[in-house]
Structure formats: C-alpha cells, structure tokens
C-alpha cells in the first residue's frame, strides 16, 4: 500500500512516499528537503499557530515559541507556559507538513495517497495515550482535496529505522539478520534491539527490547551551545543583557554552529544584539563536547542495557545503526565505537543510516506491506528490561489476530450508514464512523475495555439512517464480518479506532496500555 511516511519530531518533521521503483523519495517542497520542515510553533496575537513557512524562527517572542512537540506528550501537559495546547500544536504541524507534501506531489503530476503511517519515539511506549492521541489528531484532518488523511498505523522510530535499513541494504539478504539502532534525534533519545528473518516469501521483523530517554535530544546540546556563546559575550561584556530577540537569534546561532562543529574542529561566531552591539569569538568542538560529554554517556548507558540484552537472548549482532540528526556529532561516534571495542572480541560494523530521513523512509516502506495476508508486521517478544526515564518494565507477549472480510455492499465514496465495531457478548458499540462521510475514513479514537482475554468483534453498520445519533443502537445494526481476538487482557485498556477504505474493506486497530499497535482486518 502506497502511502505518506510521516516523522514528526521535535524539531523537524520529513514526509516521503514510495516511486514508481518502490523506493522512498522525499515528499517535502524543495526547501525542507535538506532538514526536514522546522516543527516550530508559534502563537500569533490573535490565538491562532502557525508553523513551516508561517513563521521566521529568528525574532520570535519567547513567549509564543514552542518546540519539542512529542517530548511534551510524552510526559502529557495540556497547556504548557507558553499558552500553547501541545494537542494544538501537534495538529498544526501535521496539518502544514502532510498538506505541504500532498499539494507537491499534486503540482508534478502524482497521485498523491490519503493514507498515512505515523511514528512515535519509544518513550511513549510507557505513555500509550500520546500514540492514541498522535493517530486521533492525523486521523481528524483532512488533505487539499478535502478527503480525510486515513491513519494506516503508528509504529516506533527506532523500528522504522531498522526497517528502512534491513530493506536498504537488499544485497545483505541473509536469512536472518540482527542490528541495535542507536536514534539521538532532537528531542529524544530511543535504541532499539530488532532482528530480520528473511523466509521463503515470508519476511519478519521482530523487535526485541526498547530503551528511552524522553528528555535528552539535540536541542539539549543546542542549549549547551547557547550557554557557551551567552558565557564568551560575558567575558568580553559583563553588563550584556539578552532580550526575547536575542535570546531567539542566539539559539538560531547554536544550531548553525552545532552542524558546522560535527565537521570542523572550531568554527566563528558573530553576534549582534538588539542593542546594536556585537561580538566575535571562536567555538572549539573540544569545549562543546566537553559541556554534552555527560549527556552523551547517558545515552550510552541506556545503549548499554540493549547490548546486554542482546547477549542474554544469544543474538549475534551484525551491525549498530546510528541514526537520527544528533548522530552525526563526533563525540557519539567515538562514544559508540569505545563501547563496541571493549563489548566485542570481533569487530561489528557501526554504521551512520540516514540522520534525518530513515523514520520516514521507514515508515513508507513499511506502509508497503500492509496488504492484507501478506502483512507480517513487527512482533514484540518480551524484554527483560525496557526503560523510560529510568523505569523498568515487561513487555507483554505478542497477541494473535484472525479474522475475515466479507462485504456484498456496493461500492461508494461516500458511507449511506453509519459503520461501527460492536463488542459481540454485550452488544455494545465501540466506535463509530457516521454517515455521510467521504471514504477512506477513520473513527475517533474510543477507549475499550475487554471483560476477558477472548472477544469477538463484529463490524457492522446501522440499518437506518442515523445522522445525529452517537452510537449505533443495540439490534439496530447489520453485522458485515466477524474478528476473533484472542491474548487481550481482561479489564486492561485499548485505544480503538475503524477504518473503512474505498472498497469498504474494514480495519480494527487496538493499542493497548504498552503501545503495542494491534490490527484486525
């Protein structure tokens, strides 16, 4: 299935979709095809956000200037001290970057698909309610052409990178194959342990242990730069002073030097206040990596603990990815390799897979499988350990999912009935997409809350028309298919959504209280 790989990050956010060769390209407009679209929000005087080309990044308010989007839902906060709703800000973005992508592809004369697959950091792993959220906000908005964006799945970065890497390097086509990805992207910092098996026609990817830091990314080395800058103009000038203004154009100043410092050994700064004032001085990368050197080990630490595991399980590694925009600094290469060197009598190939891109990539390419019986999709095994913060955790068992379509309705782009899932043993409606809405569509997001591990799910539709009613009444339903669940957890907690394509073919999608993306079809 042809859809639009979507990375929102903290700091930048990059679309791709698969060519004609089936390989990912970006979808950006030619300007953000370098970093990705900046994910920085502003809030206007009159209330409104805007993002991308909507705002400059450079004299911006402090007071209206919002970053770290996902690091903000993972640990939710409904309005931080800015004013702005993080929920807000995230559907700004979304919106501006998906529609960006689709009227480009538009312009040179593709086909531009409805259907998304969003990606999440690991820490939301221990916050299930961001990934609902994430995929209840794409799933509300709609494209250009006024048709809703359709939320095929949400899977985890750092599986997205694996992905994208496995199927990358096609002329590796063992039989099996295992990687540790290392992400350090802008806001967080995930690693994941996840193996390929290559079977017949038949390939699996199976991600054995997540580890997260929610609050370490590049924009915390940026800050460190910014200290280090703020630190030069006071030696030359004890009485400076940095207003709103100033302090936007020195953050500005810390990102440019940030990149410039992962290939030179020193690079100038220049800097001239709102007061007209100005200041020269040079930045070394010994002292930048001096200030982020316990940073960077905290990192290793947590990658630590994912090569341990990968020892305890007997997995033989054949590759560390590095990915994500931070990556690319020196310091966590050399951090990387030391710890390599001194694990391992052999030496394993450590390698950088595209900083900025291999989420999204991942994550379209990924979308390309999901096609019914051919979808094999991640498998989560139990972990011994998968931490958050510091938190120890269990992942739970891999749930199996069977089931069947039938439809004998005719085919339309628009639902004459409202379509449901109903809880077969209750009765009971637990999610609804109403009539009248143009196809492919997607529910808002309920929760569900199973009585016992075994259920079975009836997709249905109301006999009547129900326009204004907010569920489908009991009996007043035509069952379409039947889907058996089995391995849920009696009185846990599941995010559900429905979606119904153009051809009216159905799909369920369970989260469950650990992120695990569950789908019916």
């Given at each position: 299935m042809r859809?639009?790989?979507?990375?929102?990050?903290?700091?930048?956010?990059?679309?791709?979709?698969?060519?004609?060769?089936?390989?990912?390209?970006?979808?950006?407009?030619?300007?953000?095809?370098?970093?990705?679209?900046?994910?920085?929000?502003?809030?206007?005087?009159?209330?409104?956000?805007q993002t991308g080309r909507g705002i400059s990044r450079q004299f911006v308010n402090r007071g209206t200037f919002y970053r770290a989007i996902k690091r903000t839902l993972a640990n939710y906060v409904r309005v931080e001290e800015s004013g702005v709703d993080p929920i807000k800000a995230y559907e700004c973005v979304a919106q501006t970057v998906l529609d960006s992508s689709f009227e480009r592809l538009w312009k040179r004369g593709d086909n531009p698909p409805h259907e998304v697959l969003l990606t999440?950091?690991?820490?939301?792993?221990?916050?299930?309610?961001?990934?609902?959220?994430?995929?209840?906000?794409?799933?509300?908005?709609?494209?250009p052409d006024g048709k809703p964006y359709v939320v095929l799945d949400a899977i985890p970065e750092p599986?997205?990178?694996?992905?994208?890497?496995?199927?990358?390097?096609?002329?590796?086509?063992?039989?099996?194959?295992?990687?540790?990805?290392?992400?350090?992207?802008?806001?967080?910092?995930?690693?994941?342990?996840?193996?390929?098996?290559?079977?017949?026609?038949?390939?699996?990817?199976?991600?054995?242990?997540?580890?997260?830091?929610?609050?370490?990314?590049?924009?915390?080395?940026e800050d460190k730069l910014v200290e280090i800058i703020k630190h030069k103009i006071s030696e030359q000038d004890r009485?400076?002073?940095?207003?709103?203004?100033?302090?936007?154009?020195?953050?500005?100043?810390?990102?440019?030097?940030?990149?410039?410092?992962?290939?030179?050994?020193?690079?100038?700064?220049?800097?001239?206040?709102?007061?007209?004032?100005?200041y020269e001085f040079v930045v070394s990368r010994d002292e930048f990596q001096e200030r982020i050197e316990s940073l960077v080990a905290t990192t290793i630490s947590e990658f630590t603990k994912v090569l341990d595991e990968a020892q305890k399980k007997g997995l033989a590694l054949d590759y560390i990815v590095l990915s994500g925009g931070s990556s690319r600094i020196p310091l966590v290469e050399q951090k990387v390799g030391e710890l390599v060197r001194q694990r391992y009598h052999e030496p394993i190939e450590i390698i950088a897979h595209r900083p900025i891109e291999a989420v999204s990539y991942g994550a379209t390419r990924y979308a390309s499988f999901l096609d019914g019986s051919k979808y094999m999709g991640f498998t989560y095994t139990t972990a011994s350990n998968c931490s958050h913060l510091g938190r120890m955790r269990?992942?739970?068992?891999?749930?199996?999912?069977?089931?069947?379509?039938?439809?004998?309705?005719?085919?339309?782009?628009?639902?004459?009935?409202?379509?449901?899932?109903?809880?077969?043993?209750?009765?009971?409606?637990?999610?609804?997409?109403?009539?009248?809405?143009?196809?492919?569509?997607?529910?808002?997001?309920?929760?569900?809350?199973?009585?016992?591990?075994?259920?079975?799910l009836v997709v249905a539709f109301a006999k009547d028309s129900d326009t204004r009613a907010e569920r489908i009444v009991k009996g007043g339903y035509k069952e379409i298919a039947h889907l058996k669940c089995d391995g849920l957890h009696a009185g846990g907690e599941y995010a559900a959504t429905l979606s119904v394509d153009r051809k009216r073919v159905a799909r369920i999608t369970l989260i469950d209280e650990n992120g695990h993306v569950l789908r019916m079809e």
């Amino acid at each position: 299935m042809r859809a639009l790989g979507c990375d929102i990050g903290n700091g930048f956010a990059f679309v791709s979709v698969l060519n004609e060769d089936g390989d990912p390209i970006s979808a950006l407009p030619p300007e953000w095809n370098g970093r990705g679209m900046p994910t920085v929000v502003q809030k206007m005087r009159d209330g409104t956000l805007q993002t991308g080309r909507g705002i400059s990044r450079q004299f911006v308010n402090r007071g209206t200037f919002y970053r770290a989007i996902k690091r903000t839902l993972a640990n939710y906060v409904r309005v931080e001290e800015s004013g702005v709703d993080p929920i807000k800000a995230y559907e700004c973005v979304a919106q501006t970057v998906l529609d960006s992508s689709f009227e480009r592809l538009w312009k040179r004369g593709d086909n531009p698909p409805h259907e998304v697959l969003l990606t999440y950091p690991a820490a939301f792993l221990s916050a299930p309610r961001s990934i609902s959220l994430i995929t209840e906000t794409v799933a509300n908005l709609r494209a250009p052409d006024g048709k809703p964006y359709v939320v095929l799945d949400a899977i985890p970065e750092p599986a997205a990178i694996a992905f994208d890497f496995f199927l990358q390097n096609k002329k590796n086509e063992k039989e099996s194959s295992c990687v540790a990805v290392y992400d350090l992207g802008h806001g967080t910092f995930d690693v994941a342990l996840v193996s390929y098996e290559n079977k017949e026609d038949t390939r699996n990817w199976i991600i054995h242990n997540y580890g997260c830091l929610g609050n370490i990314g590049g924009m915390d080395f940026e800050d460190k730069l910014v200290e280090i800058i703020k630190h030069k103009i006071s030696e030359q000038d004890r009485t400076a002073y940095f207003n709103n203004a100033d302090e936007s154009m020195l953050l500005e100043e810390a990102i440019q030097a940030k990149h410039e410092l992962s290939i030179e050994d020193e690079v100038d700064v220049f800097i001239m206040l709102s007061n007209g004032k100005t200041y020269e001085f040079v930045v070394s990368r010994d002292e930048f990596q001096e200030r982020i050197e316990s940073l960077v080990a905290t990192t290793i630490s947590e990658f630590t603990k994912v090569l341990d595991e990968a020892q305890k399980k007997g997995l033989a590694l054949d590759y560390i990815v590095l990915s994500g925009g931070s990556s690319r600094i020196p310091l966590v290469e050399q951090k990387v390799g030391e710890l390599v060197r001194q694990r391992y009598h052999e030496p394993i190939e450590i390698i950088a897979h595209r900083p900025i891109e291999a989420v999204s990539y991942g994550a379209t390419r990924y979308a390309s499988f999901l096609d019914g019986s051919k979808y094999m999709g991640f498998t989560y095994t139990t972990a011994s350990n998968c931490s958050h913060l510091g938190r120890m955790r269990k992942l739970y068992e891999p749930l199996t999912i069977s089931g069947a379509y039938v439809c004998d309705e005719s085919f339309t782009y628009v639902l004459d009935r409202s379509w449901g899932i109903v809880d077969e043993q209750t009765g009971d409606l637990i999610v609804k997409i109403r009539e009248n809405s143009y196809l492919p569509a997607t529910s808002k997001t309920f929760w569900y809350r199973p009585n016992q591990s075994h259920v079975n799910l009836v997709v249905a539709f109301a006999k009547d028309s129900d326009t204004r009613a907010e569920r489908i009444v009991k009996g007043g339903y035509k069952e379409i298919a039947h889907l058996k669940c089995d391995g849920l957890h009696a009185g846990g907690e599941y995010a559900a959504t429905l979606s119904v394509d153009r051809k009216r073919v159905a799909r369920i999608t369970l989260i469950d209280e650990n992120g695990h993306v569950l789908r019916m079809e």
